[in-house]
C-alpha cells in the first residue's frame, strides 16, 4: 500500500534587535553566561515588561513579506508551564489573537507550489539549559539566561507539504525572505532560526490526515529533511504492521539518525493559557503597517516575475540578474540607460559577470558604472561598432575607466560600413581560396561561413557583418 505524508512545519525566528522583547538587556550572541539579565528577563517577582517597539516591525515586516494580515489588535498570553530555563513559570507568547493571519509561500521542489501560513505570533524566548561542559556536567545542569527574552515570531504552517523534500525547501526558502528582510540572522547553528516539523502520513487517497507526531527543535534544513525521512519510515513501518501511530512529541538524534519520544500525550502540557495582565493589547494601524511596507525592498522573487514581465526577460536571466539586490539594481540602471534590457541583461549576464568572477570580485567591486555600460550597448545599436569588437572595448573599459564612445575614436574601432572599402576585401577573400569558393558553389553552405570568417578577419573584426553578408552573397553569385 502507497502512504503520503503529511507535514506542517512550527518555525521559530529570533529577532534581530539590538535589546530584548520586555527589557533592555543585550541580546547579542556569545557573551558570558548570564552577563544579560535583568529582573524582568529573570522573571523576577515585580518586574514588569514593556514591549520594544522595533521587535514589533520586524514582525510586522516578515508577517507582510509572507502575505499575512497583520491584526489590528493582537493579544500577549501567558503560556504557563514550568521549567528550569523558564524562569517567571511562564512564558509571554500570543495564543488566541496573534499578530498575522493567513499568508503562503512559494516553494518550487517538483513542481511550483504554495504552503499556505497559518498565522505569524511573537514571543519570547527561554534560557538555555547547558547539559554538557562542565566538570560536574554528569551531576549537574547549569542555566544560561542571556536567551531569555530575546524576541522571536513563530511561523505555523498548514499541514500543506507532502515531502520531507518541500519541508526543507520550505524552510530553506523562509531563511532567505527573513534574511533578506534584515530581521533575522539566519545562524542556524546559533539557535537563531529553529523548527518543529508535524508529520502524518496516511493511505494514499484517504482524505482524514493520521496521526501527527512533533519532532522539536531541528535546527538545519538537512536535519529537517532527514528527521521528516526517518519520522516517515517510522509512521509507515508501524501502521503496515497493523499499529497506530500516537500522537508524541520526539526530538531528532543527529548522531544516532533518528527520532525519539520526548513525551507522549498524556505527558503534554496543559499551558493553560490566558491574558497578559501586564501588558495591553498590541495595536497596530494602518498607519504603521504601511511605514513598515515602506522600509521593505522587493522581495527576489517578485523581483523575478517582475523582470520577465516589464523586461521580457527570459525566466533564466531574470533569476541569474536577482541573485542580489546589487546585481539587480545594476541591471536596471543599465537597461533604463540603453533603453535595451535584453542587451543589458546579455551584457550584465555575460562580460560583465564573467570578468567579476575572472578577477574574484563581486558587483560590489565593479568600476565599471552602469551608464558607461549603457554607452557600449548605444554604439552596437547604432551600428557603429560590430559585436565582436564591442568585446575588446569593454575589456579596454573595464581597466582604464575610459567611455567606448573615446576608445573607439581613438583607436579606429568603428565599424566599416563602407561598400568599396568591404567589396576590396571580399573580392581578396574570393580569389584566394578558390577551393572554399567552389565548395560553395558546389552547394556546400557551410562553407559561406568561412568565408564570411575571412572577411572579418580582413577587415580586423570591423567590417559590418550584415553589410559583409550581402557583397558576399553578390560576389559568389556574380562570377558563378
Ligand atoms: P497542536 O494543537 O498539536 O499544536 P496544531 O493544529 O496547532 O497542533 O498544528 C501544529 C502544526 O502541526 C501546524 O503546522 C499544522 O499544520 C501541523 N499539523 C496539524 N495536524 C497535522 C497532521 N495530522 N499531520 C501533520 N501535520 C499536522
Ligand atoms: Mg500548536
Ligand atoms: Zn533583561
Not at 506542517?8 to 541580546?27: D, M, N, P, V, Y
Not at 525547501?169 to 542556524?188: A, P
Not at 537563531?192 to 501527527?212: H, I, M, W, Y
Not at 497596530?284 to 513598515?292: I, K, L, N, P
Request: net charge negative; charged share 25%.
Amino acid at each position: 500500500m502507497k502512504y503520503e505524508p503529511v507535514i506542517g512545519l512550527e518555525i521559530h525566528a529570533q529577532l534581530r534587535t539590538r535589546t530584548k522583547i520586555f527589557c533592555g538587556c543585550s541580546t547579542a550572541f556569545g557573551a558570558a553566561p548570564n552577563t544579560q539579565v535583568c529582573p524582568v528577563c529573570l522573571g523576577l517577582p515585580g518586574a514588569l515588561p514593556v514591549l520594544n517597539r522595533q521587535a514589533v516591525d520586524y514582525a510586522i515586516k516578515a508577517a507582510l513579506a509572507l502575505g499575512c494580515q497583520v491584526q489590528q489588535e493582537s493579544v500577549f498570553a501567558r503560556k504557563n508551564y514550568f521549567y528550569p530555563d523558564l524562569p517567571k513559570g511562564y512564558q509571554i507568547s500570543q495564543y488566541e489573537r496573534p499578530l498575522a493571519l493567513h499568508g503562503g509561500l512559494d516553494i518550487t521542489a517538483g513542481g511550483a507550489k504554495r504552503i499556505s501560513l497559518t498565522r505569524v505570533h511573537m514571543e519570547e524566548d527561554a534560557g538555555k539549559s547547558l547539559h554538557e561542559g562542565f566538570p560536574d556536567s554528569d551531576r549537574r545542569t547549569y542555566v544560561d539566561f542571556n536567551r531569555s527574552g530575546v524576541p522571536l515570531i513563530e511561523i505555523v504552517t498548514e499541514p500543506d507539504m507532502r515531502s520531507a523534500a518541500e519541508a526543507a525547501e520550505f524552510f530553506s526558502c523562509l531563511r532567505d525572505i527573513l534574511v533578506w528582510l534584515g530581521v533575522n540572522d539566519g545562524n542556524m547553528e546559533e539557535g537563531s532560526l529553529r523548527c518543529d516539523a508535524n508529520v502524518s502520513v496516511r493511505p494514499a487517497g484517504q482524505r482524514e490526515f493520521g496521526t501527527k507526531a512533533e519532532v522539536k527543535n531541528v535546527n538545519s534544513f538537512r536535519y529537517v529533511q532527514k528527521a521528516l525521512e526517518y519520522e516517515i519510515d517510522r509512521q509507515i513501518d508501524i501502521l503496515e504492521g497493523g499499529g497506530r501511530v500516537v500522537q508524541e512529541t520526539r526530538l531528532w538524534d543527529s548522531a544516532a539518525g533518528r527520532t525519539f519520544s520526548m513525551r507522549g500525550k498524556e505527558e503534554a502540557h496543559d499551558y493553560r493559557y490566558f491574558p497578559e495582565p501586564d501588558l495591553p493589547p498590541l495595536i497596530v494601524d494602518a498607519a504603521r503597517v504601511e511605514t513598515v511596507r515602506l522600509t521593505m525592498t522587493e522581495l527576489p522573487e517578485a523581483r523575478r516575475r517582475r523582470f520577465v514581465a516589464a523586461y521580457g526577460l527570459p525566466e533564466y536571466d531574470a533569476g541569474v540578474l536577482t541573485q542580489s539586490s546589487a546585481l539587480a539594481d545594476y541591471f536596471e540602471q543599465v537597461a533604463a540607460a540603453a533603453g535595451n534590457s535584453k542587451a543589458a541583461s546579455n551584457w550584465v549576464m555575460g562580460e560583465l559577470l564573467r570578468t567579476l568572477n575572472d578577477r574574484g570580485k563581486t558587483i560590489d567591486d565593479v568600476p565599471l558604472t552602469p551608464r558607461a555600460l549603457a554607452g557600449l550597448i548605444a554604439l552596437i545599436d547604432k551600428g557603429a561598432i560590430s559585436s565582436s569588437i564591442a568585446k575588446d572595448v569593454f575589456a579596454k573599459m573595464y581597466d582604464s575607466g575610459r567611455t567606448a564612445e573615446d576608445i573607439v575614436a581613438e583607436e579606429g574601432l568603428a565599424q566599416i560600413g563602407d561598400e568599396s572599402a568591404l567589396l576590396s576585401i571580399v573580392r581578396d577573400v574570393i580569389g584566394r581560396h578558390a577551393d572554399a569558393v567552389a565548395q560553395y558553389r558546389a552547394g556546400k553552405a557551410a562553407t559561406f561561413g568561412f568565408l564570411v570568417g575571412q572577411v572579418m578577419k580582413g577587415s580586423g573584426g570591423k567590417g559590418n557583418p550584415k553589410l559583409v553578408n550581402q557583397l558576399l552573397t553578390r560576389e559568389l553569385d556574380r562570377s558563378s
